[in-house]
């Protein structure tokens, strides 16, 4: 997405430039001239008068104006958004000069640039003031980041009332403009997720295994020991689709390839059509939402209502003929949505809405993880033999469910360390201060006024301090290490000393505490990729499941190389995935 951005405005630049220019060839031809006073208007001596050369400017001139509109609009905005929110923290800034000056460089380098500035406010911030906070200006106002163990438990514990995890989401999406805020202020669908999908997902192992590996040799399409490369991100969301839609929506859609297009598209389509809305200033977002959702979500939108609208009718006619426990009637996502669906949310539109976002949030946020795990196989494959073995040994003696799954230790490490060096945001637990009287930190006294954007830096998951002196290097069994050491000591913490504790041996061996599993879906003041405390991310248990299926399918069936280094690309807080970086498969070669 932003090698695609990136290539539109320049592509546009270049065609405005060569407009002038075309204009400028045309007045030089004109017969021998001399330019005077450019500033005031065209003449020349021959070939060419005032009225023409007026012309000639007038043609290019609305195309600029419109670029400095736009952009005195940028500064309006950025100015009155710092003197709404003024914050006493430092600020995070690049460049030279006024402090004006180097906010509107930070602003723009922000767009691709948050990680870099991420960083320096953390190492500047957490370690060496008192008050462990700073801000970046951004295109869209400034951004306040805190780190230090005592400012996040009380971010974390502090109520959504204060505190909203929804008012910054509506902002990364900019929802107001594209999918609405209702599902996002009214989310009654998310205790489905939270807690009837993690009920089911015994239940639902086989059938999404089932559907996974399906549609890994469809997309793979492997013939014999050819290597295959595939373009990763592509494959990723192909299986997460069809293995989630399976339990979402049933069979029926699971395997329909235009509703699956459907939903692969909406997740990439909303966050394209979010990145464009985030550099438009407020007033001209009204004119440009319905262009940019025309060209972007509108067409998945509409495609996902035809499917999604017949279905609703039938299972609603099978209730009131049958009543509510009818013959068949299915044990999924969509079906949980229409029973649980409050009285003022009983439209179509408010159902299938819902379904659009919890398939947005499982593609987005699944598939962007299984992606980094894809890689992180293929960059480091000496950790795939010993994966291979824990997997084989796990499931000959335990089978296919969700307790063995859990057990595979090695692959759980593997994956959260993944997701600790490549995660999806720069910046996380966004809130957003909703409470009239600001929200003000117990620990140091820091005062958030109302408005303000608030989140942590993901600099932490990679601070020496945090994890050691290899904290950025990838260790795949980081977390499982220390697990299997206490495992061959004999279950109850670390091997105890030959000797006694400081009497030469005679006395009782000192035993070290008990090393606590800290699991891939286990949150932490040192591990926030999931979010923290009561805004945690209630699909986490479900993704993880899922994730790891997908994996043991890939690892006993299939072989996997590295064909491209993926480049790394920012947005925003955004992490965004290599679009066209690829991966070579093959059917599983055993010696």
């Known amino acids: 997405m932003a090698r695609f951005l990136g290539n539109a405005n320049s592509g546009w630049l270049h065609a405005q430039l060569g407009s002038a220019h075309a204009h400028m060839e045309q007045m030089r031809k004109v017969g021998k001239r001399e330019v005077e006073n450019f500033g005031h208007g065209v003449f020349t001596k021959t070939g060419m008068d005032v009225r023409g050369g007026l012309q000639a400017l007038l043609e290019i001139q609305p195309k600029f104006l419109a670029i400095g509109a736009f952009l005195f609009l940028l500064v309006i905005r950025h100015i009155y958004l710092q003197w709404k929110l003024q914050v006493k923290v430092p600020y995070v800034t690049v460049g030279r000069g006024p402090l004006w000056v180097r906010s509107w460089v930070t602003a723009f380098t922000w767009v691709m640039g948050s990680k870099r500035l991420v960083d320096m406010g953390y190492y500047e911030h957490k370690h060496r003031t008192k008050i462990g906070a700073f801000q970046i200006p951004t295109l869209s106002g400034n951004h306040v980041l805190i780190c230090g163990d005592k400012l996040v438990d009380e971010f974390r514990n502090a109520p959504s009332s204060t505190l909203s995890f929804a008012h910054a989401t509506s902002?990364?999406?900019?929802?107001?403009?594209?999918?609405?805020?209702?599902?996002?202020?009214?989310?009654?669908?998310?205790?489905?997720?939270?807690?009837?999908?993690?009920?089911?997902?015994?239940?639902?192992?086989?059938?999404?295994?089932?559907?996974?590996?399906?549609?890994?040799?469809?997309h793979m399409d492997l013939k014999d020991d050819e290597w295959k490369p595939l373009v990763a991100y592509d494959l990723c969301a192909a299986v997460i689709a069809r293995g989630m839609s399976r339990i979402f929506v049933g069979t029926g859609l699971c395997r329909n390839k235009e509703y699956l297009?459907?939903?692969?598209?909406?997740?990439?389509?909303?966050?394209?059509?979010?990145?464009?809305?985030?550099?438009?200033?407020?007033?001209?977002?009204?004119?440009?939402?319905?262009?940019?959702?025309?060209?972007?979500?509108?067409?998945?939108?509409?495609?996902?209502?035809?499917?999604?609208?017949?279905?609703?009718?039938?299972?609603?006619?099978?209730?009131?003929?049958?009543?509510?426990?009818?013959?068949?009637?299915?044990?999924?996502?969509?079906?949980?949505?229409?029973?649980?669906?409050?009285?003022?949310?009983?439209?179509h539109a408010s159902i299938i809405l819902r379904m659009m976002e919890v398939n947005m949030s499982g593609l987005h946020t699944a598939g962007i993880t299984l992606y980094q795990n894809l890689f992180s196989l293929a960059l480091y494959p000496q950790h795939i033999t010993p994966l291979r073995n824990e997997i084989t040994a796990t499931i000959a003696q335990y089978g296919w469910n969700k307790a063995s799954?859990?057990?595979?230790?090695?692959?759980?490490?593997?994956?959260?360390?993944?997701?600790?060096?490549?995660?999806?945001?720069?910046?996380?637990?966004?809130?957003?201060?909703?409470?009239?009287?600001?929200?003000?930190?117990?620990?140091?006294?820091?005062?958030?006024?109302?408005?303000?954007?608030?989140?942590?830096?993901?600099?932490?998951?990679?601070?020496?301090?945090?994890?050691?002196?290899?904290?950025?290097?990838?260790?795949?069994?980081?977390?499982?290490?220390?697990?299997?050491?206490?495992?061959?000591?004999?279950g109850v913490g670390y091997p105890p000393s030959a000797g006694g504790a400081g009497d030469g041996g005679g006395g009782a061996p000192e035993e070290k505490p008990r090393v606590k599993r800290k699991y891939f879906v286990t949150?932490?003041?040192?591990?926030?990729?999931?979010?923290?405390?009561h805004g945690a991310c209630p699909g986490r248990f479900y993704a993880s499941h899922e994730i790891k299926i997908i994996l043991c399918i890939l690892l006993m069936n299939y072989d996997i190389r590295l064909e491209d280094v993926p480049r790394e690309n920012f947005f925003s807080i955004h992490r965004l995935p290599d679009l066209g970086a690829q991966l070579a498969f093959r059917k599983r070669q055993v010696v």
């Open 171 to 218: 902002d990364i999406l900019q929802a107001k403009h594209t999918i609405g805020t209702s599902v996002l202020f009214e989310p009654f669908h998310v205790p489905f997720v939270r807690e009837q999908l993690t009920r089911h997902m015994d239940a639902f192992t086989i059938p999404m295994m089932e559907e996974f590996s399906a549609a890994m040799e469809e």
């Open 523 to 533: 949150t932490g003041l040192n591990y926030l990729r999931f979010g923290h405390g």
């Open 261 to 347: 297009a459907a939903a692969i598209d909406f997740t990439q389509n909303l966050f394209i059509a979010a990145h464009l809305l985030y550099i438009i200033p407020g007033p001209l977002k009204y004119i440009a939402a319905p262009f940019i959702n025309a060209i972007t979500v509108r067409k998945q939108m509409k495609s996902t209502t035809n499917f999604l609208t017949p279905m609703i009718d039938e299972r609603r006619q099978r209730a009131v003929e049958e009543g509510p426990k009818w013959a068949g009637r299915p044990d999924d996502m969509l079906q949980w949505i229409i029973e649980g669906a409050p009285s003022n949310h009983q439209d």
């Open 405 to 490: 799954i859990n057990k595979l230790m090695k692959l759980d490490s593997f994956m959260k360390e993944s997701q600790r060096l490549s995660g999806p945001s720069v910046a996380v637990m966004g809130r957003g201060v909703i409470a009239k009287e600001g929200f003000t930190f117990k620990s140091n006294g820091l005062h958030l006024p109302m408005g303000t954007r608030v989140s942590i830096p993901e600099t932490v998951h990679f601070d020496p301090k945090e994890y050691g002196s290899d904290a950025s290097e990838f260790d795949g069994f980081r977390f499982s290490r220390p697990l299997e050491e206490q495992a061959e000591g004999g």
